[in-house]
């Protein structure tokens, strides 16, 4: 079986997997960084976001080859004490019902406020339109990406 | 209208204290039923086994309380309500409570269901006195130390003070309390008073939630576990003939191959019956594997054989068997007032519409899973299920093993909606893990959930109004429901009372298609039926929708009729609420406004839905949504609720269908099941009424009135009455924005 460097939260751990491997389960099976959660499996719903060299993206669809050489950050390492401002504004807006897909909508949100630090309503619906929350907590969700966005 | 819970509670009978060898004091309770005169609390927190009490509150030397709150929490906020709840009346700053799932250990649980909306209503009653009796006897204890009368003494925010300007901390008298005797009448606060209750709380797991934690079923491991995942029949109506598993078995990582499914049957063959588990009889291949996407894959590479035990329908299949139903004369009759006969006979006008609603999968986000592991000794279960007690219980007939081996753990749960009421998961990863014997985690690929569900089912409701001199004289509603109909008290919900000739049948028809509790059960579909037939009764009586509400329900007043459930008052209450809030009929150009109002769960609500159309296709703006669910324990918690309820109803009456073909579920994941997303998502406003009534439930109840509200502002648009559900099945298919 390959074995793969990966460079998650600044930390570089080597793993043996099969190649075909999704970067989701490398994380939750092998790694025990089980914040990664698996909703669907196809991309759909967003549970698995994390960061690819900061750029939002599914792990269940990305398989383990390409995610060496890279920036991986996960819902874990996206700061040190849960002190980002999306989490931070996560807290405020008390978002979570049963909280399992606000991992990724918390992935997604923070990696297009680095890329677009003061959004529309518009830009922020369609952001955040990939990630499904089936408790439809989806009013708070957007509250919370305003407040994140003027921090 | 029975508004509160008017039992008599005996302190003595249901609480009990100990003082803690490690220091402070531990109180046990029991919320729905006497403990057993001989129980004792134990002086040890680790000996804590739920069997003589269901619910612990310790208090620590240094003041700090912490609640083993005893229900499954699955995203309705009770894990935070409750113990509020508790900490009102024990008077304590709530940044000193601590909230920690109380774990199942067999027997003596009553109502450790989270279901219905019935948590907050059930428990509302004990969980104060039991604040409230602690209170008391860390006062009395105060007292003593004092050597004064208790009435001179009082507490605050965790804080004894007498006359003189004493003071004392709960953790200073934690110790002498926990000996003294239980005070038999404790006064409860003026809800004037309350200071945690109606105080917005954050959800108590949220820092956990927002850094990853591992909390959820998914996310539980332990040295050695395994991973399973459970090929079931592609159809319902279907049965495992043969397999092949060689080629899964050469793959990497894929530990060994079983079958399941003669325990199952041989526990259905003993008699014994869990109407929590809802579970085909079939064989069903297991792969057993080192991680759970090497457990995917030998799933895919197994080559099966399946074969039809009965029909396998297809949805054209019931759905005309349904419509038989409802033309036919084979109903049981659910309640009948007047003579409908002769109202329909006497009519000026009859209205009669018929609506339809599919079968619906609850794809809660977190796929069904379970962990478990068996040995001689025990059987260990650990897991997010909505139904713990009736877990240990069938679980323990399942293994033939004496109940008190079997030990469920419950896990924070990734949505429940219904779902994980039914233990279908745990009847297949208990069997996996007695043939298995190594800690297990069964898991399930979204399309297995999504494909072998315990699915709303498909119902169809005809409607009849009988119209007379510019009044309604008879409704006549029958229901033909595959797998179930309406339960109890729905059919003494409105209108029933409101209008003389009035009668309410059901039907059912059985297929092999697994059905069970979904959000709001039937009067999450019901109520857009009925709700959406007011709607055509008002144009054809040519008076104003929310008039024609209005004064249907002054027909109730002082009605001594016991059996009707809501109160016609709170329904007046917030029908005019939203009325004035959404600005009822006075819409700008281009919007357009739909009302509905149902009451469920013991709690009354009505929506206004504001559409506008673009390209043709009703787009949701706006929800305004008026609820009197008594006094709102946790606002925060509350108002999300009540606007995820609204926007799950919303999403769900627009785009959700399951459809079969030859028994198979046509839909399998989200790429072809539509689930609402932001930017589908309107602005819901919720105004709650102001109420000193004992607290409802809200998990459930803004839902069933928004199919109707945006029907019927569909309506308002388009002309367009549509009475098969979903809705944007009518409407060309918007393009799908999806990742």
Redesign the interface.
């Known amino acids: 079986?390959p074995t793969y460097q990966l460079k998650i939260n600044r930390k570089t751990y080597t793993v043996e997997a099969?190649l075909?491997?999704?970067l989701l389960?490398i994380l939750?099976?092998?790694l025990?960084?089980?914040?990664?959660?698996?909703?669907?499996?196809?991309?759909?719903?967003?549970?698995c976001t994390v960061h690819i060299n900061g750029t939002a993206t599914?792990s269940c669809l990305l398989e383990v080859p390409f995610a060496v050489n890279v920036e991986i950050t996960?819902?874990?390492g996206?700061?040190k004490d849960?002190d980002h401002p999306v989490?931070q504004a996560?807290?405020t807006m008390?978002?979570?019902?049963?909280?399992?897909?606000?991992?990724g909508q918390?992935m997604t949100a923070s990696a297009f406020l680095q890329r677009n630090p003061n959004p529309t309503d518009e830009e922020i619906?369609?952001a955040?339109?990939?990630?499904?929350?089936?408790?439809?907590?989806?009013?708070?969700?957007?509250e919370a990406v305003k407040l994140a966005s003027k921090q | 209208m029975k508004s509160s819970n008017k039992k008599v509670f005996s302190r003595r009978a249901f609480l009990k204290s100990s003082a803690l060898a490690s220091g402070g004091m531990l109180i046990g309770f029991n919320l729905f039923q006497a403990c057993k005169t001989d129980a004792e609390v134990p002086v040890d927190i680790s000996k804590i086994h739920f069997n003589d009490f269901n619910a612990f509150i310790k208090i620590s030397d240094e003041g700090i309380v912490t609640i083993f709150s005893p229900n499954p929490e699955?995203?309705?906020?009770v894990k935070t309500s409750m113990p509020m709840i508790i900490a009102e009346e024990l008077d304590v700053d709530w940044e000193n409570v601590y909230v920690e799932q109380a774990p199942l250990d067999t027997k003596n649980y009553t109502r450790q269901v989270a279901g219905g909306s019935q948590s907050i209503r059930s428990s509302w009653e004990p969980l104060r006195q039991t604040g409230a009796t602690a209170k008391q006897m860390l006062i009395n204890a105060a007292a003593k130390e004092w050597q004064i009368s208790p009435e001179e003494c009082t507490a605050r925010l965790g804080v004894i003070s007498n006359r003189t300007g004493d003071t004392l901390g709960y953790g200073d008298v934690v110790k002498l309390a926990a000996t003294l005797e239980i005070p038999e009448n404790v006064s409860l606060k003026d809800p004037k008073d309350f200071n945690i209750i109606g105080k917005?709380k954050?959800?108590v797991?949220?820092?956990k939630?927002?850094?990853?934690?591992?909390?959820?079923g998914?996310?539980y491991?332990e040295d050695g576990m395994l991973?399973a995942s459970v090929l079931r029949p592609p159809a319902f109506g279907q049965k495992l003939e043969s397999y092949d598993a060689s080629e899964a078995k050469r793959l990497?990582?894929v530990v060994d191959v079983i079958t399941i499914g003669e325990k199952y049957r041989a526990y259905k063959a003993a008699g014994h019956k869990s109407w929590a588990a809802q579970l085909s009889s079939s064989d069903k291949v297991v792969v057993i594997a080192?991680?759970?996407?090497?457990a995917?894959?030998g799933l895919k590479a197994i080559k099966a054989n399946w074969v039809a035990e009965s029909p396998l329908e297809s949805t054209e299949d019931y759905d005309a068997k349904l419509l038989a139903l409802l033309g036919g004369n084979k109903f049981n009759t659910r309640r009948s007032d007047g003579d409908i006969k002769k109202a329909f006979a006497e009519a000026d006008k009859v209205v009669e519409r018929t609506y339809e609603a599919p079968y619906l999968p609850h794809?809660?986000?977190?796929?069904m899973n379970f962990f478990a592991h068996v040995t001689d000794e025990k059987v260990r279960l650990i897991g997010p299920t909505q139904t713990p007690e009736e877990a240990a219980k069938s679980i323990a007939q399942l293994l033939e093993r004496d109940l008190e081996t079997v030990e469920v753990n419950m896990t924070?749960?990734?949505?429940?909606?219904g779902r994980r009421l039914y233990t279908d998961f745990v009847f297949e990863v208990a069997e996996i893990a007695d043939t298995v014997r190594k800690p297990i985690k069964m898991?399930s690929?979204?399309?297995n959930d999504m494909t072998t569900g315990v699915y709303r089912p498909a119902v169809k409701y005809r409607i009849a109004a009988a119209i007379k001199n510019g009044k309604i004289t008879g409704y006549h509603l029958k229901e033909a429901c595959a797998n179930g109909s309406m339960y109890g008290i729905i059919a003494d919900f409105f209108p029933a009372g409101a209008i003389e000739n009035y009668q309410v049948d059901s039907a059912t028809y059985k297929n092999s298609i697994t059905t069970g509790a979904w959000r709001a059960p039937y009067t999450n579909f019901l109520a857009s039926a009925e709700q959406s037939f007011f709607d055509e009764l008002a144009q054809e009586l040519n008076i104003d929708r929310i008039q024609l509400h209005l004064n249907l329900i002054q027909n109730v007043k002082g009605t001594p009729d016991e059996r009707i459930q809501y109160s016609p008052e709170r329904l007046e209450g917030v029908i005019k609420l939203v009325a004035e809030k959404a600005k009822w009929g006075q819409t700008k150009p281009g919007v357009y406004q739909g009302f509905s109002v149902y009451y469920s769960h013991n709690t009354h609500v009505a929506e206004i839905a504001e559409i506008v159309l673009e390209h043709g296709n009703p787009i949701v703006k706006k929800v305004t949504c008026a609820v009197d669910c008594g006094i709102v324990v946790n606002p925060?918690?509350a108002l999300?609720?009540a606007?995820?309820?609204?926007?799950?109803g919303l999403?769900h009456a627009m785009y959700a269908d399951l459809s079969f073909k030859d028994g198979v579920p046509q839909s399998n994941?989200?790429?072809n099941y539509q689930?609402?997303?932001?930017?589908e998502?309107p602005?819901?406003d919720v105004y709650f009424v102001e109420s000193d009534l004992a607290p409802t439930g809200l998990g459930e109840p803004t839902l069933p009135p928004i199919g109707a509200a945006v029907s019927n502002a569909i309506y308002a648009a388009t002309g367009k009455r549509i009475y098969k559900f979903p809705l944007m099945k009518h409407f060309n298919e918007q393009e799908k924005?999806?990742?």
């Open positions: 079986m099969e075909d491997t999704p389960w939750r099976d092998h025990k960084l089980v914040g990664t959660k698996f909703g669907c499996g196809i991309g759909q719903c967003g549970a599914r996960t819902i874990e996206l700061s849960g989490q996560w807290k008390d978002v979570p019902q049963c909280g399992y897909c606000q991992a918390i619906r369609n955040m339109h990939g990630n499904i929350c089936r408790c439809a907590a989806y009013n708070n969700i957007e | 699955i995203g309705q906020g917005g954050g959800n797991d949220v820092d939630i927002v850094v990853g934690e591992p909390l959820y998914m996310d491991s991973y990497p990582g080192n991680t759970t996407w090497d995917f894959r794809n809660c986000l977190e796929p924070r749960i990734g949505g429940g909606f898991v690929a979204r399309e925060t918690g999300q609720q606007k995820g309820g609204v926007i799950d999403g994941n989200f790429n689930l609402i997303r932001m930017a998502t602005k819901v924005v999806l990742s």
